[in-house]
T-cell receptor, first 115, second 112 residues
């Protein structure tokens, strides 16, 4: 199974709502990532989890709160978002750089619209 | 991660080979060259990676210049399904987890 599964595929939320994005992989990868992609732009790294611990936060506003409950799951909790946060949110997983296979596997993304 | 430079867009005809260039003049000796592509409405997918020698897999070939300051992704026989944005990314070797730093990539257009 080389899939990264993201749910939901689409999400519309108001600025006062709280919602969560979910990501799951069963490839045994111990590195998981969240990216944000605006229309016609490349993906931008938000967070990196390594062995279930947050290792990189690319200065992301606190209204985005990541969580890694176990080695297969990654969540992104959303609260008090702004319309400019509307984007495609991508989850990815990979082995660590020193591993033989360092390719990253991406999910299809959650298309988020903040109204 | 060191920077890469790619053309904004390229156009090719179906069933013809495509050569996608990437310049990375500041590459360090331990940087791997990775290529990913993103089809419309999908997440990026891995294509190929290499360090010094040319590499082949079922999707593509990667030709790396002797001085490693440039590389070329080769699609041997393009199909309409290869229309995508192609990203050339440098990734340091060694332990630890990091993220991929995407540049603007090359938008590949395939004409039937």
């Amino acid at each position: 199974d080389t899939e990264v599964t993201q749910t939901p595929k689409h999400l519309v939320m108001g600025m006062t709502n709280k919602k969560s994005l979910k990501c799951e992989q069963h490839m045994g990868h111990r590195a998981m990532y969240w990216y944000k992609q605006k229309a016609k732009k490349p993906p931008e790294l938000m967070f990196v989890y390594s062995y279930e611990k947050l290792s990189i936060n690319e200065s992301v506003p606190s209204r985005f709160s990541p969580e890694c409950p176990n080695s297969s799951l990654l969540n992104l909790h959303l609260h008090a978002l702004q319309p400019e946060d509307s984007a495609l949110y991508l989850c990815a997983s990979s082995g660590h750089r020193g591993a033989m296979n360092t390719e990253a596997f991406f999910g299809q993304g959650t298309r988020l619209t903040v109204v | 991660d060191a920077k890469t430079t790619q053309p904004n867009s390229m156009e090719s005809n179906e069933e013809e080979p495509v050569h996608l260039p990437c310049n990375h003049s500041t590459i360090s000796g331990t940087d791997y060259i990775h290529w990913y592509r993103q089809l419309p409405s999908q997440g990026p997918e891995y294509v190929i990676h290499g360090l010094t020698s040319n590499v082949n897999n079922r999707m593509a070939s990667l030709a790396i210049a002797e001085d490693r300051k440039s590389s070329t992704l080769i699609l041997h026989r393009a199909t309409l399904r290869d229309a995508a944005v192609y990203y050339c990314i440098l990734r340091e070797s060694g332990g630890g987890a990091d993220g991929l730093t995407f540049g603007k990539g090359t938008h590949l257009i395939i004409q039937p």
